[in-house]
């Protein structure tokens, strides 16, 4: 069974920094799957953030995040990272990682079987 674990969300200055971690279990060939980051505002949609084919090396960002945040991984450890950079308050969400076997790093939420338990990341002076 697949399973997915987000660490790292917090609370964070303005202009601060923070990584998020997505520790991925249960699968035997990461290179299968893609992995996406979306994060949720209350009483609202998720929102797509990033996403990657493991097997691959192109990236996708949504629009509000490209050039602030950067989504990476290390198979040694099969886990995803998501470094968030500029941070606002506008970012301030519930962040989720998302994995899904042949998936091709899709935006849309849809696409996405297996969801992490989410980590609250807070932007605030």
């Known amino acids: 069974q697949v399973q997915l674990a987000e660490s790292g969300g917090g609370s964070v200055q303005p202009g601060g920094s923070l990584t998020l971690s997505c520790v991925l279990s249960?699968?035997?060939?990461?290179?299968?799957?893609?992995v996406g980051w979306f994060r949720q505002y209350p009483a609202a949609q998720r929102e797509f953030v990033a996403a990657?084919?493991?097997?691959?090396?192109?990236?996708r960002y949504g629009d509000s995040v490209e050039g602030r945040f950067t989504i990476s991984r290390d198979t040694s450890k099969s886990a995803a990272y998501l470094q968030m950079t500029s941070l606002q308050p506008d970012d301030t969400a519930v962040y989720y990682c998302a994995a899904e076997k042949w998936g091709g790093g899709s935006p849309y939420e849809r696409d996405y079987g297996t969801w992490g338990q989410g980590t609250l990341v807070t932007v605030s002076s």
């Open positions: 249960g699968i035997t060939t990461l290179s299968n799957y893609a």
């Open positions: 990657f084919k493991w097997g691959g090396s192109a990236k």
